[in-house]
Each structure stands twice: as C-alpha cells, then as structure tokens.
C-alpha cells in the first residue's frame, strides 16, 4: 500500500510563489505528478513525472510551474510561480502504479487578487 503526504499549501497574493511536496511511502520509481480541484469544478490534470524524468504540464500552468523529484527521499515537488486567483484549488499528489493510482488527501492552495 502506497501513501503520500502533501504539504506546502497556503495562501499567497497573485503574482507569488508556493512549494508544493508529496512524500511517497516506500519506493517511487513511477510516474507522478499533480491534478488540482477548485470550488464547482472537475479535478483537472496539472502536471506530471515519469520515472525517468520526463515532465508534461497543463497548458494552463505551462511556464510557471515545475515539477520534480528526488527519488533518494521519495518525494516530488511543484514550484508555482506567478501565481494567480485561478489557481486556487486543492491541490493532489498522485502516485500510478498499474493497475492502481494512489492519491495523497490533499493541500490547499489560495491565491487572493
């Protein structure tokens, strides 16, 4: 059974910065990544990291955030920058281990105008 702990959520005015990290219980060589879910809406894809390294974003990030990882303490990180009030949400760290997907409880995320 996998766990994953998120931490580094808050509030923050438009135009900051947040570090997100996930800690993963035992071994993380598999793809990660982040989906966020904001008041009245879907949860929606974020960003992601495979095992290797390889990142994907949503466009809607794309330029501001980062994602990555250090397996050596089994965590990923998401570095938001620029920050805007769109970006509020929940944000979840997810964890894809085939057949399964394991997800972390969840940070808020605040960012006021």
């Known amino acids: 059974q996998v766990q994953l702990v998120e931490s580094g959520g808050g509030l923050v005015q438009a135009g900051g910065s947040l570090r997100l990290s996930c800690a993963a219980s035992?071994?993380?060589?598999?793809?990660m990544g982040w989906y966020r879910e904001a008041p009245g809406k879907q949860r929606e894809f974020a960003a992601t990291?495979?095992?290797?390294?390889?990142?994907d974003y949503a466009d809607s990030v794309k330029g501001r955030f980062a994602i990555s990882r250090d397996n050596a303490k089994n965590t990923v990180y998401l570095q938001m920058n620029s920050l805007k009030p769109e970006d509020t949400a929940v944000y979840y760290c997810y964890l894809r281990r085939p057949p399964s997907t394991y997800w972390g409880q969840g940070t808020q995320v605040t960012v006021s105008s």
């Open positions: 035992g071994t993380m060589l598999n793809d």
């Open positions: 990291i495979t095992g290797g390294g390889r990142t």
